[in-house]
């Protein structure tokens, strides 16, 4: 199986001179293509910051970061925005929707941008927004709809595209826990079903135990990755949580 993202020995230093930070430290990994992992660590460990720097939103003071085997660290901005654009999807925690939008207008965006054929933006959003659960909300606008609602049009949005890569940032960071579970579920059926390639940052276990595989982060270093494989959910979700507590507990 192919490797959809390709992580070479980064590392991210803040500051300069005597007063500097290494947020992370010569990290290396591989996500395949239908991978669907989380990004767990205590707070500060720079899990955000590496999400950062694969997604494309900061840059690596050393190393390499490979997407469908195209160095963006070597990109220029215009490159970066129309690769950002046509390969990634971003699923963020406060949904980053726009108000003056309908949902459907907002799942439709990144095809409209693109100057797509509007039939198909329609087709399109039609099946992505089924495939959510959200089909019946389409024309309402965001503040008529719940934070749940809201998160997988969010979810939408990020996938009507068919990116190479899914990032979510705390997706279920602010949902309640049943909001955040339908989410997850949809998620879990997306890469299932349709082999989508997802990474997600979460201090949440059960989003975690969603995943097909979990790497954790410590002091900007990777410590360990746990694969699921063919467990229960419940009991990857305790293996988890055995792990973070011997890391000293979570955020």
């Not at 803040?14 to 947020?23: H, L």
């Not at 949902?103 to 039939?119: D, W, Y």
Request: aromatic content about 6%.
């Amino acid at each position: 199986m192919r490797n959809v993202l390709e992580v070479k020995n980064v590392s991210k230093v803040y500051g300069k001179k005597e007063n500097t930070f290494t947020a992370l430290k010569s990290v290396s990994l591989d996500v395949k293509e239908g991978e669907f992992v989380g990004i767990m660590g205590p707070s500060g460990a720079g899990k955000t910051t590496l999400l950062n720097l694969i997604s494309t939103i900061d840059s690596p003071s050393s190393g390499d970061v490979k997407i469908d085997g195209q160095s963006v660290v070597q990109m220029k901005d215009n490159q970066l925005a129309l690769f950002r654009r046509n390969k990634l999807g971003f699923i963020f925690q406060d949904y980053n929707l726009l108000d003056a939008l309908t949902v459907r207008e907002n799942i439709a965006l990144p095809l409209a941008l693109s100057r797509q054929n509007p039939r198909e933006i329609d087709e399109k959003v039609e099946k992505i927004a089924q495939k959510f659960g959200i089909g019946h909300i389409l024309d309402k606008y965001p503040y008529q709809v719940s934070g749940g609602q809201k998160q997988r049009c969010a979810a939408s949005r990020a996938i009507v595209t068919n990116p190479s890569l899914i990032f979510g940032d705390e997706p279920t960071g602010a949902l309640d826990s049943k909001s955040a579970v339908d989410l997850l579920e949809s998620l879990k059926t997306l890469n299932e079903q349709d082999n989508a390639t997802i990474l997600m940052v979460t201090h949440d276990a059960l989003a975690a135990s969603y995943c097909k595989k979990v790497i954790f982060i410590i002091d900007g270093k990777l410590a360990k990755e746990i694969y699921k494989e063919d467990k229960p959910r419940k009991e990857f979700f305790q293996e988890i949580l055995d792990i973070l507590g011997t890391m000293g507990g979570e955020e």
